[in-house]
């Protein structure tokens, strides 16, 4: 089966939708998702950025927040504007990696729910252990793994990976043959290129 690497930062306002939609679209053409989280933080600053673009170009910023009401009106998903932007995704970025691949896209799409459609702050340790226990994890054992060092490595590499990928914005995705596309609007031609490409 084909696969496409789907590269997301739990900040990130365009990756909501994506991650709410790719499961569906994925199926359906035959492609397996790897759900890949990564912090843009890094990748920003190389770039001498301190905050989100959207903060720094105030027009642009105010141009997003409107868009994502419209995407988001449009795929039928509630939409609430977190404060402050962008949140902190460290911790749940690291959640998601001790999660097993099966089990991280439930996890993401509540952690994005939460953030987008109900305003709640993700670097919150109580929030993160109320969804992983909602989704009958044991959340204290997943918190005592993410505070272990083989652990706290596995996100630097994770960003470290998206960056020698090219990856520079989230949502991005990665095809086996080296495409990189990028932004949710982006998606269904990813999934068409992966399925072209075999």
């Known amino acids: 089966m084909a ?9 990130s306002t365009y990756s909501y939708p994506t991650a709410m939609r790719i499961e569906a679209l994925s199926k359906a053409q035959g492609v397996q998702v790897a759900w890949r989280p990564f912090l843009l933080g890094p990748i920003f600053a190389d770039q001498n950025w301190m905050s989100s ?10 141009y997003m927040w409107r868009d994502l009401e419209r995407v988001c009106g449009r795929y039928g998903l509630a939409f609430q504007r977190p404060d402050p932007f962008p949140q902190n995704s460290l911790l749940a970025a690291r959640v998601a990696l001790a999660l097993s691949e099966e089990r991280r ?6 952690v994005f729910h939460a953030e987008f459609a109900e305003g709640k702050a993700i670097d919150d340790p109580d929030c993160l252990c109320s969804i992983l226990t909602a989704l009958g994890e044991n959340a204290a054992e997943v918190m005592t793994t993410i505070k272990t ?7 630097r590499l994770a960003t470290e990976t998206a960056r020698a990928l090219g990856v520079f914005g989230s949502p991005s995705f990665t095809t086996p043959s ?10 269904e031609q990813a999934l068409d290129w992966t399925v072209d490409q075999g």
Request: hydrophobic share 40%.
């Open 53 to 62: 673009p959207f903060n720094i170009f105030p027009a642009k910023g105010r």
């Open 178 to 187: 080296g495409e990189l596309f990028w932004g949710d609007d982006r998606l």
């Open 149 to 155: 060092e083989p652990h706290r490595g596995q996100l």
């Open 105 to 110: 896209p439930a996890f993401t799409r509540a």
């Open 3 to 11: 696969e496409i690497h789907f590269w997301y930062d739990f900040a």
